[in-house]
C-alpha cells in the first residue's frame, strides 16, 4: 500500500523506516516546512538523514500542503496534539477523506475532540479511518476492543502515560521528590521539556476519551470537557512512603465506566496488575462475558507506536 505521511517527528520517522519491511511504500512525507513527494517511492532514509543534517526544510524540495494532493492509499496523520478544533490534524483528515483515501491516526486530536466530525466524513468516503496508534502505543487496545465487540465492554481502566509512571515508580522506589524525578526523567528523554500535557494529565485523559467515544458506538459523543482530570505534580514523596507501609502504591489511573471520564492519581496494591513500572502501560478491559482482560505493553515510543500504525495500515482493505 502506498502511504502519505504527515509529520516527520519520532513517530512519522519511524514509520517511513519501517513501511517496507510490511510491504508498503512511502510515496509522499511531510514536516512543517517541506516534503518530499515521488508516486514511486520514497528514499526515505536519504530524506531522513537530510532532515537530520540539515534541518526540517531539507526534507525535501516540494511544499507540505501538496502531500494531500499525492498519490497515495492511505494518509498516516502524526502531526503534534492541538486540542479544540483538532487542527491542523482534523483538516489532514477531512483532505484525505474526501479523495476516498484510507486514513491512520497517532494524533489523538481529531478522534478526542471531533470524532463525530471525523465518522461523519468517513460515512461519506469509500475510505477507512482506523487509530489503534492513538491509545497506548504499541498495545492491540482498540483492536481487541473491535474483535470482542465494544457494546461487551462495561469499563476501561488503565494506566495510560509512562512519562507520568516512569516519575511515580522512581518517587517511590528511591523515596525521591517529584522535582528531582521530573529532571531525571527529561535527563533521559523520558519526559519533554514542557512535560504539562502528561504529568497534569492530559494525555491520559485524552486517551480515555477516545475510549469512551469508541464504547458509546455514537449513541453519544465525548471530548476532553467531558473529563475529570487530576495530574501528579502535587502528591508528596511522603504520600508514596506511607502507601508502601500499608502495602499499596500510587499510580495515575484512568478509567472510563459509562458516561464518567475519570484520570486521577490512586492507591493501588502494591503487587496488583495496575502497579506497572517504568514506562509500561497496561490497560483493563471489563467485559461482560470474558471477564477482565489485561493488556499490557510499551505505551509509547516511535518504533512501537509504528508498529501499531502499520498494524493497522494493514487491516484496510486494499484499493
Known amino acids: ?5 504527515m509529520g516527520t517527528g519520532t513517530v512519522g520517522s519511524s514509520v517511513a523506516e519501517l513501511a517496507g519491511e510490511y510491504g508498503h511504500t512511502v ?18 532514509a536519504a530524506a531522513l538523514q537530510r532532515q537530520q543534517s540539515e534541518g526540517q526544510a531539507h526534507l525535501g524540495d516540494a511544499d507540505p500542503d501538496d502531500v494531500l494532493a499525492a498519490e497515495y492509499d492511505a494518509l498516516v496523520e502524526v502531526t503534534p496534539v492541538t486540542l479544540g478544533d483538532a487542527e491542523p490534524g482534523f483538516s489532514h483528515v477531512e483532505a484525505a477523506l474526501e479523495r476516498d483515501k484510507h486514513v491512520v491516526l497517532a494524533n489523538k486530536g481529531p478522534m478526542a475532540e471531533r470524532y463525530a466530525d471525523v465518522r461523519a466524513l ?11 496508534a492513538t491509545v497506548a502505543g504499541a498495545i492491540p487496545v482498540l483492536s481487541t476492543i473491535e474483535d470482542y465487540g465494544p457494546g461487551t465492554m462495561t469499563a476501561v481502566r488503565g494506566v495510560f502515560n509512562g512519562t507520568a509512571n516512569f516519575i511515580l515508580t522512581r518517587m517511590a522506589a528511591e523515596g525521591l521528590g517529584y522535582e528531582h524525578v521530573l529532571a531525571e526523567a527529561q535527563d533521559l528523554g523520558v519526559a519533554e521539556a514542557d512535560p504539562a500535557f502528561d504529568v497534569e ?30 495530574g ?18 500510587i499510580r495515575l489511573i484512568g ?32 467485559t461482560e462475558n470474558a471477564g477482565r482482560l489485561n493488556l499490557s505493553g510499551r505505551g509509547a515510543g516511535g518504533p512501537e507506536t509504528a508498529t501499531a500504525i502499520l498494524a493497522d495500515v494493514n487491516r484496510l482493505p486494499d484499493r
Request: with cysteine.
Open 255 to 286: 478509567e472510563v465506566t459509562g458516561d464518567e471520564i475519570r484520570v486521577s492519581p490512586r492507591l493501588v496494591p502494591e503487587h496488583s496488575e495496575l502497579a506497572v513500572s517504568g514506562t509500561t502501560n497496561i490497560v483493563q478491559l471489563e
Open 232 to 249: 501528579i505534580k502535587d502528591i508528596p514523596g511522603t504520600a508514596l512512603e506511607l502507601a508502601r507501609e500499608d502495602g499499596r502504591t
Open 1 to 5: 500500500m502506498d502511504l502519505a505521511i
Open 201 to 230: 494529565g492530559t494525555d491520559a485523559a485524552l486517551k480515555c476519551v477516545i475510549l469512551a467515544n469508541v464504547l458509546a458506538e455514537g449513541d453519544r459523543e465525548f471530548s476532553l470537557a467531558d473529563a475529570t482530570v487530576e
Open 122 to 132: 468517513e460515512a461519506e468516503s469509500t475510505g477507512e479511518v482506523r487509530f489503534e
Open 27 to 44: 510515496t509522499a512525507m511531510a514536516n512543517v516546512d517541506a516534503a518530499a513527494i515521488d508516486p514511486d517511492g520514497i528514499d526515505t
